[in-house]
């Protein structure tokens, strides 16, 4: 492994929502070179440089074949204990990739580490869900929640054609970064969102809204802010939470309210390498931090207290 990072999932481990074990490794998001190969592997060989997919996919069952990854048969992910299939996680020297040719892919000589590094989890994600919000060039998209996953949708909605990106949320920093990669930045905490959205739409709403956040007031919100006839991607991690559906108030407005779900990385990871490569998505501006592998404790506790937006770590 050359680079690692902590990612806001990893949280949840950090604070025993999760069952580990002493010892066990966890992280998902790395990139490096081959060491060695199974017999089975075809498409690798030692010496290639690498991005790992977060979600470990076997590539051949009925979902798979359809590109549906994420709703794999055999479905893995890395540093996540037994919830995760037992796999071990990324934020080591070495990581061992089971169906090598389908959860690796090739980075390409003029992609350096750090960049490629988030093709295998959140640059794809955003990759992903500006994707199947079928986004046209007139369209004004919201994301709800400027985090790094919503960074990344707000820049994957901007490459998509998106005439404006709002980007929402109630943190300064988090505002800046969005600023700063061409999105709107409204500060929720300040203004009224579906008042400050309406007001950049001539009263309608927006043609799409991503929920990046994963909380019941983010889709609520989503759902606040959206136009009529509009598209909510939930893209947001949801586990036990409960809503109240006024049914006849959604098909009314003839919503399309698509679940993401989690990423099927390797159906999409070829065309965020692409955004890439071409200069359209970058994700260097969201690092706060760079440490060694040796000072990951210090990194989870910044990245914990919200005083780093990225860590990376190398081994």
Request: charged fraction near 20%; charge should be negative.
């Amino acid at each position: 492994v050359h680079t690692t990072s902590i990612c806001g999932s990893d949280l949840h481990l950090y604070h025993g929502k999760a069952p580990l074990e002493p010892g066990d490794t966890i992280g998902h998001e790395a990139v490096g070179t081959v060491e060695a190969v199974g017999a089975g592997v075809e498409r690798f060989a030692p010496g290639d440089r690498v991005v790992v997919a977060f979600n470990v996919a076997c590539g051949a069952c009925w979902f798979c074949v359809r590109g549906q990854t994420q709703l794999c048969d055999d479905y893995g992910f890395f540093g996540y204990g037994l919830f995760g299939g037992s796999l071990g996680g990324a934020q080591a020297q070495r990581l061992r990739v089971p169906h090598a040719d389908t959860n690796l892919l090739r980075v390409p000589d003029d992609v350096d580490d750090e960049r490629a590094m988030f093709v295998g989890d959140g640059l794809t994600t955003g990759v992903y869900a500006a994707g199947i919000a079928d986004i046209a060039a007139d369209d004004v998209v919201a994301v709800v929640g400027a985090g790094p996953i919503g960074f990344f949708c707000a820049q994957a909605a901007i490459a998509a054609g998106a005439r404006e990106v709002l980007a929402l949320d109630l943190v300064p920093e988090r505002l800046d970064l969005a600023e700063r990669i061409g999105a709107v930045p409204i500060d929720v905490s300040a203004r009224n969102a579906e008042t400050a959205v309406h007001e950049s739409t001539d009263g309608r709403g927006a043609d799409v809204v991503i929920e990046a956040v994963g909380t019941v007031p983010a889709f609520d919100r989503a759902l606040d802010v959206v136009r009529r006839g509009g598209t909510v991607v939930v893209l947001g991690v949801f586990t036990s939470e409960v809503v109240s559906a006024q049914m006849g108030v959604w098909w009314v407005r003839a919503l399309r309210i698509r679940f993401a779900g989690t990423t099927p990385t390797q159906a999409w990871w070829e065309r965020a390498m692409a955004e890439v490569r071409a200069g359209r998505i970058d994700p260097l501006p969201i690092v706060s931090h760079r440490l060694p592998l040796e000072e990951a404790a210090l990194g989870y506790r910044l990245f914990d207290e919200k005083r780093a937006s990225k860590v990376l770590l190398t081994p």
